[in-house]
Each structure stands twice: as structure tokens, then as C-alpha cells.
């Protein structure tokens, strides 16, 4: 049995149908320790609320909230470069 899940984290089966067996084969995408959840998307069309995209929604609006809010204090540019170690160097519009 699977579960739902979108969280990139918790995913851990994938899915290949074949129509014209009409077969669907699952398979694991990483190693699964023993009692962990297997956890799968159903997809776009769900007919309940998918309760992880809301919070994960909802976290990604206060963390733009916060850097909003971080780059006006600062006065920093919203925009960054990334340097050779994929580090973010903000940009100052001072």
C-alpha cells in the first residue's frame, strides 16, 4: 500500500503504466529501510485536498515574505549572483 505524497523528501516509489498491457509497474527510486512509508504522488487530479502542497505552500509565502522584507531593510538587490560554490553574493544597492 502507498501513500500520498508531493514532498520531494518522501517520495520514494515511481511508476511506469503501460497501456497496452494495461499494466502499471512500481518500483522503489531509492533504498527503503525496514517499517518506512512508501509514499507515492496520485497525481494532479486528486479528489482530496492534498494537506503537504498547502503547507508547503504556505512556508514558501513566508520565506518570500522574509527575504522581501530582508532585501527593503538592507537595501539589498533581490537579484544575486551564485560564486563558484553555488554561495549567493547579494548584491548592495548602496
Known amino acids: 500500500m502507498f501513500n500520498h505524497s508531493t514532498h520531494p ?5 515511481g511508476w511506469i503504466k ?3 498491457a494495461e499494466t502499471i ?3 522503489t527510486t531509492r533504498d527503503i529501510s ?5 509514499c507515492i504522488s496520485y497525481g494532479a487530479r486528486l479528489t482530496f485536498k492534498d494537506v ?6 504556505e512556508e514558501r509565502a513566508k520565506e518570500e515574505e522574509l ?3 530582508y532585501f527593503w531593510k538592507f537595501g539589498m538587490d533581490a537579484t544575486a549572483d551564485v560564486d ?7 548584491v548592495s544597492k548602496k
Open 67 to 69: 527575504e522581501a522584507t
Open 25 to 27: 509497474t512500481y518500483t
Open 34 to 38: 525496514a517499517g518506512e512509508e512508501l
Open 9 to 13: 523528501k518522501r517520495l520514494n516509489v
Open 84 to 90: 563558484a560554490e553555488g554561495k549567493e553574493n547579494l
Open 52 to 57: 503537504e502542497e498547502q503547507q508547503r505552500a
Open 18 to 20: 503501460d497501456v497496452a
